[in-house]
């Protein structure tokens, strides 16, 4: 989640390789070639944010992938984008973190209303999920909702995006933080819904920074509650299955940070085939 350098690892903790070009932060996706999305800031800053920026610090939010080997392969400027597209007021270069980049979710293949290689952004201080289409450097739709201080965004069907919301709310008495909420956002009506919100209301899923969701192909779910270190699964009519709480020996709760239930079963015989087979040297 903090700023800092990628590092790839391999299955016995070494390292493999180490990109400090930026710092990167918050999540890391993963696109059909094995390239990897990840949020970073910018420095020294983009032409558009040199321009216009207002103070001696200012978060220049960019979109980078890079390859399996650690090289960046691309890389614009949050920016750059949202001055292209007209989205951008000079009001929003007075503040340090205008737009809080903190997911990338790469588009895996064609559909109606995105195509392969596009990218969804999760902008949390803006309050929009924008698809992008880097191959052409366009904003595709723009989406505005019931959303307040979101993260994770993942595609779920060939017409449906679900929307992690934080539901964080700026009052005149302060912030006040609210349930979490799934959102499911529909292409075809442009409306939204929610999913499991009584389950998540009755097991007291609040997390007022991070926090995802990840949908299995049988309807379950898993989800993230970062803030408390504390991880949660519901079967596919929303009754809770099993939580995890990221408890030490000491009592002290430490956070969980954009976890993953892995899925694939290729992958699944992979791991397990190094997990009784590897071996690793001190």
């Not at 969804?120 to 929009?128: A, I």
């Not at 709310?169 to 609210?178: A, R, S, V, W």
Request: glycine fraction near 4%; charged fraction near 25%.
């Amino acid at each position: 989640h903090t700023d800092s350098p990628l590092i790839k690892i391999n299955f016995c903790g070494k390292i493999s390789w180490i990109n400090d070009q930026d710092p990167f932060h918050h999540s890391l996706e993963i696109d059909e070639d094995g390239n990897f999305w990840v949020p970073t800031r910018m420095y020294p800053y983009s032409q558009g944010a040199q321009k216009y920026k207002k103070g001696e610090k200012f978060y220049d939010d960019a979109i980078t992938k890079i390859s399996p080997e650690g090289k960046i392969l691309y890389q614009k400027s949050l920016t750059e984008i949202l001055l292209k597209a007209s989205l951008l007021h000079e009001k929003d270069f007075t503040h340090t973190d205008p737009f809080h980049l903190n997911d990338i979710q790469p588009v895996l293949e064609n559909g109606k209303f995105w195509k392969k290689g596009d990218i969804f952004l999760s902008l949390r201080n803006s309050l929009m999920i924008i698809l992008y289409r880097p191959n052409t450097s366009e904003v595709i739709k723009i989406i505005k909702g019931p959303f307040h201080a979101q993260h994770d965004v993942d595609i779920i069907s060939e017409n449906k995006i679900s929307i992690f919301n934080n539901n964080v709310q700026y009052t005149l008495d302060g912030i006040k933080t609210f349930s979490t909420e799934i959102l499911i956002y529909d292409f075809d009506t442009e409306k939204f819904s929610k999913k499991f919100n009584d389950s998540l209301i009755n097991n007291k899923v609040i997390t007022g920074s991070n926090g995802l969701n990840d949908f299995l192909n049988d309807g379950s779910l898993m989800v993230e509650q970062t803030d408390h270190g504390r991880m949660l699964f519901f079967n596919s009519v929303g009754e809770l299955e099993w939580e995890y709480l990221n408890k030490a020996s000491n009592d002290e709760i430490y956070w969980l940070n954009w976890s993953r239930i892995i899925n694939n079963q290729e992958l699944i015989s992979k791991i397990k085939d190094l997990s009784n087979n590897s071996k690793c040297k001190n």
